[in-house]
């Protein structure tokens, strides 16, 4: 199952495909890749296609997009995507298993009076 919060949901702001995702993808040993764009699913595929995709992913396949969560703009998503990368694998596992615990992350990286992310998900 991936957990998805559309760009729609969190960012209504947000439009012309300027909507920024942090995305996770479970590659083939298990192990997890993180990383950003503004359509996931094309950016997947390009990993998966070995266009334009992360040295990492590279014989790792099949890849499985396992979460994403709109957050904004890019910096934002970088911000995001540093420090779902800086946790260990268990902390990751835990954040796919509640997806909404990615309110957390982005409530301690909001700027003061700001609203960067709205509740709510979509499984596929």
């Known amino acids: 199952m991936c957990w998805a919060i559309p760009c729609a949901a969190a960012m209504p702001e947000v ?3 300027k909507c920024w995702s942090v995305y996770i993808v479970r590659c083939r040993h298990n192990s997890l890749y993180t990383g950003i764009a503004t359509d996931v699913t094309r950016r997947v595929q390009e990993h998966r ?3 334009l995709g992360a ?5 790792r396949a099949p890849l499985k997009l396992v979460g994403q969560w709109a957050v904004g703009d890019r910096s934002m998503a970088l911000r995001v995507e540093r420090r ?3 946790l260990d694998k268990g902390a990751k596992e835990r954040l796919l298993a509640r997806p909404r ?5 982005l409530l301690e990286l909001e700027p003061e009076g700001g609203t960067v992310f709205a509740e709510g998900s979509a499984g596929d």
Do not use: E, H, M
Not at 101 to 105: H, Q, S
């Open 15 to 17: 439009t012309n495909g």
């Open 49 to 51: 296609d070995g266009i």
């Open 55 to 59: 040295r990492y992913l590279r014989g």
């Open 84 to 86: 779902i990368k800086r």
């Open 101 to 105: 615990g990615i309110a957390a992350f």
